[in-house]
């Protein structure tokens, strides 16, 4: 068996897939010296875009920091040729988004577009890049919108922590700055500034665009000629950026511990360790395993205190970098609005913490990793890695990636690990792993105390240091710890017959706003149809205002806005600094009330339907998993000729006729006045007056048990999935379902994991998904490289795809027969109640539940209450939703090939 394994591994790593098959091409580089990346793919009409600048704040000199991260915004804002926003309308109208990111050695610009559009999508991207005008109006306002996105990225504890090691680990070279740069510095830049930055950086030569999918690479290189080949070419300037420091004097050093105090929920470790640069591609590659090995869900003999709070990340980067290590102390879960209980001994636990994380090491640099062990770690980087590259999207993102900073493409990294042994692994650890050159943070709850309310419940005690030089948290006064009263949400009806919700959080840096709208009674597929294009338009127009004043409102006040679509309600989740909240209220309440759905709106509304659809065919999950969910709650996706088909008017009648004060539930979260903000909406809803006529309540679709459907999958991956009937929220047996999910396959505990993956080595990919907020099932999947025999000595099926059922089957009816012990249910417990407090960490997620459960039916109080139920759940009941859910449902199986179906 164990030489089965290996042989299974040796296929896994050489097989002959679209990777292995794909011509790495070498860059095609223009006489203006662009450098032109292209791989053809042909699973679909996609094309990946990306264009690469070597222009991150790697680049920025004294005084110019941030300008990286500025510049990327103001790119958007207006050309010669284009006034502000046109470029993104344009875009759109393509079906397509652009975007942009901005990293210590790049700053990255991508989209994907059918190759039909691919001319006019390189148009708009080169007449960015190459015609930026920086006006100084939409500067002052892009300023305000990068200090709201810096005020979002202070709210995550594990950002707090990266940055805060890079910043100790790198004192004298740029990766000490997070590369968004600080409100600081933001405020502080010229236009001037960012001209100098931009003409400097911004030159054909510093670029590299990649484009993946369905494009060949002679035509790839005559388009980008035709459209860049005009782009001037400039001197190549200096090197600006300060080199990193020399391995022997490598800041990192024994006992240097930093302890920050952040309004974060419980106490948080960072350990940070010195990496090789991309171009160290040897022990790059060993450190991508090793980051694997270190992971805690992958230590079975050594299991986590708290799995879903432990992160190891290392990204290479063009000079040396770090792997981190973060995790955070386990707190009992607390209801939305209150912080948990922090224990009086966190000090002392933070210590044992850190010394478990340098135990492991300490292990891993005294022997090699197993043989299984090892090609467990090193089969999940590769099977990342596929998944990775498996969109057109993501292909072109690891090619630019390991262009930028010099290191493996996906082949070569395919490779590369193929030859790697577990004795590079234990060599990387001697070599970059030394406790004596580590930098350790800590972050702890805390406030300045001119602020009111308190964030901990438990007071430190003091605790003698376990390393010399570690700072020690001072004792809290006592009147600071006393905890925080529950926050009760304040409920009413406004006038108009609107539910609204206010949980005000006076902790909170944001306010989060969430509008649900009822629809649970869209039957046919006209209906289903014309309520995606409404969730699609709602943004794009109304009687008041215009689609360009939306998109200015929303750009303006930094805000965050999304739509989402399910066959329950249509809900709009916003996020917004709290100056900002009325601005939005009023914005909401217009869309309401008079969303336009002009022509030119639905049509806009079509091509971004179109363009999701499109992204979900591309999608083998997404593909399966659709496939699999309809024969259990029908269908739940517009097909294109129906789309088609929906006229203004009918847009028009469905909204009204839906969006009506009765159907309307307001959840409003954050740093708000509650009485401040029901005023306001009392005001902007006092004409929310339609009533919409008596219709039948919702279908509800009949399980098909038999149902098996095979579906059409792109690449090499294989993927089975069976779905299961599941309650909704508002059931009584949810508690016990989301036990019974957590039981099955969530985590690396949970029996689909332990007994398919570990026990059989079969797939890289298993366990279950359960989306209730969504109306979907319980869908249980396996997913494989088609490239190495599916087979097993428990089973004698030569089909692939039988075989993944089969193991999936064994489990769901197995339970019954063997019933979860103790231990496995009060893990599946205490994963449930983690995961229900995981779903509370943002504003924006607490004022999505808070509606929700209203919406549902269950009332906003069951949020509170839902981890004592869950607490309280007994293997009897696990058994008895097993029972009554798990016979009723259907099966899907995605392979390479002809679709057919069975």
Known sequence: MKRIALLLLSVF???????????????????????????????????????????????????????????????????????????????????ATLTATTGPDFTRFTTTVTDTHLPAALALLADMITGAQLPAAELEREKGVIQDELAQRETNPFEILIDALHAQAFPGHPYRRSPGGTPEDIRARTREQLLAFYQRNYTPERCTLVLTGNIALQDAGVLAQRIFGSWSRRALPEIHAQSAPAEASHPLRAGRTTTLYRPVDRPYLGIAFPAPAASETDMACAGLVVAELLHPGYQPAHPPRDPAAMHVRFTPRKDPSLLVLMTALPVRPAPPGQKPVIPVDAVSQVDQMEADLLTRIVRLR???????????????????????????????????YADITGGDTPEALRARLARLTPDDIQRFARQYLDPDRRVTVRVFPARPAAQSGAVMTGAFRRTPPAV???????????????????????????????????????HSDLVAVT?????????????????????????????QRSRE?????????????????????????????????GEMIV??????????FHPEALQAAREQARRQHMERTADLFATAVQAVSAPLIGPNVSDDMTLRRVTPEQARHYFQTRFVPGQTVIAVTGRFQAQQVARSFESNLFDYNRTAPARPQRVVFPSVPTTQHTVTAPGHVGLALIAVSAPDVAHPDYPAFLVLHALLGDGHASRLFRRIRDALGVGYNVGTIYRPERGEPLIAYLQWDTRRPLTTPVLEERDPGAIALRLLEAQLQGLLADPPSDAELRRARNVAIGRNALRHERARDRA???????????????????????????????????RTYLERRASAVALPGTRRTR
């Open 848 to 882: 999505f539940l808070l509606g929700w459960y209203e919406v549902m039916g269950r009332g906003y109080a069951f949020d509170a209450e839902l981890p004592g139920r869950l607490q309280a759940v007994t293997c009897e009941e696990v058994l008895r939703v097993a």
């Open 13 to 95: 790593l050489h097989g002959t897939g679209a990777l292995s098959q794909t011509v790495p091409h070498a860059p095609v580089v223009l006489p203006n010296g662009l450098r032109v990346i292209v791989r053809e793919r042909r699973v679909n009409t996609l094309v990946g875009v990306d264009l690469w600048v070597r222009a991150g704040s790697r680049e920025e000199r004294p005084g110019e920091e941030g300008c990286a991260h500025l510049l990327e915004h103001l790119l958007f804002k207006g050309t010669a040729r284009h006034a502000p926003g046109e470029i993104d309308m344009a875009i759109e109208n393509l079906g």
């Open 587 to 596: 914005l909401l309440c217009e869309i309401l009330k008079n969303a336009s």
């Open 515 to 543: 509008v649900f709208v009822r629809t649970p009674h869209d039957r046919t597929p006209q209906e289903i149809a014309t309520g995606d294009l409404v969730a699609h338009a709602l943004f794009l127009g109304t009687t």
């Open 366 to 400: 005294a022997v090699p990793p197993t043989r299984n062990d090892f090609n467990a770690a090193r089969s999940r980087v590769l099977g990342r890695l596929l998944l990775d590259i498996e969109t057109a999207a993501g292909y072109a993102r690891a090619l630019g």
């Open 468 to 506: 010399s030089g570690r700072s020690i948290p001072p004792e809290v006064p006592a009147q600071a710890a006393c905890a925080r009263q529950p926050n009760t949400p304040h409920a009413l009806t406004l006038t108009c017959g609107a539910r609204l919700l206010l949980q005000p959080e006076p």
């Open 549 to 581: 004043h939306i998109a200015t409102t929303i750009a303006r006040t930094g805000s965050t806005v999304e739509v989402l679509r399910t066959p329950d309600y249509i809900a709009v989740l916003s996020q917004i600094v709290p100056e900002q909240l």
